[in-house]
């Protein structure tokens, strides 16, 4: 973003993680892996403000988890939608998503009793559709999710005043291109978190290689994809530059 929106957008990442994780805290928990006595196909219903939670103690870790992946749904619009929203329609928007849309998805695909994802009279996984749904790492549950919100949000509010076929085209560029790239470091190493850390252990050789395996994955693909994006604006994509921007964002994209 440009220097002038850089505390808005800021606020609205703060915003995210800390309302986010409070409706997280809340309902979304509860809707998402709240197992009740006679299940249904579509939420949860149990477990709301960590109800149950000192009973069996290992939901602690399983809770944090997986509100990091909630969080990281609305971070993904805060981007899409960048300089057009205010901070108020930002906030309603990570309530609705933290609260409801995430976590549904979530228990159709990973609580093991969504439409999904369930099992049959056999015990064997199935979904309404035929095979189950599988998401290692949330590259469907996250991502697609957030990413869905995050075009239909930026097809609501359309581009930047600007932005396309102008003579200001060239001021929309980041205000800081270290703080881009010392971000795009950051998140790659927190990926090691999110892919890795979704084996759910390590405490054996088996689940070890297996994490292991993963973390390999997660480090060439971002690397072949942030390579191809920096070949492809320095010499394919018109102005036909070294396009740091455009390098993270190959990155981002091959991390996810």
Known sequence: VRHKNTQNILAKNLIVVTLGFLCWYSLGWGLALGEQDDPNRFLGGDGFFMGGFWNDKSKFRIWLFQGTFCATGGTIVSGAMAERTKL??????????????????VYW????????????????????????????????????????????????VGPRKGRFGSEEEGQFDGHSVPFCVLGTFILFFGWYGFNPGSTGTMHTIEAANKAAIVAVNSTISPCVSGMLVFFLRARVVQPKRLDVSGFCNGILAGLV
């Not at 930002?90 to 933290?98: D, E, H, K």
């Not at 439409?115 to 790492?137: C, H, Q, R, W």
Request: with cysteine.
């Open 88 to 105: 108020k329609g930002f906030a309603i928007f990570t309530i609705l998503m933290t609260t409801i849309i995430y976590p549904c998805v």
């Open 109 to 156: 695909c990973w609580s093991g009793l969504g439409f999904l994802n369930y099992p049959d009279e056999t015990g064997k996984m199935v979904s309404v559709f035929g095979p189950p749904f599988i998401d290692f790492a949330g590259s469907g549950v996250v991502h697609l999710v957030g990413g869905i919100a995050a075009l239909m949000g930026a097809l609501i």
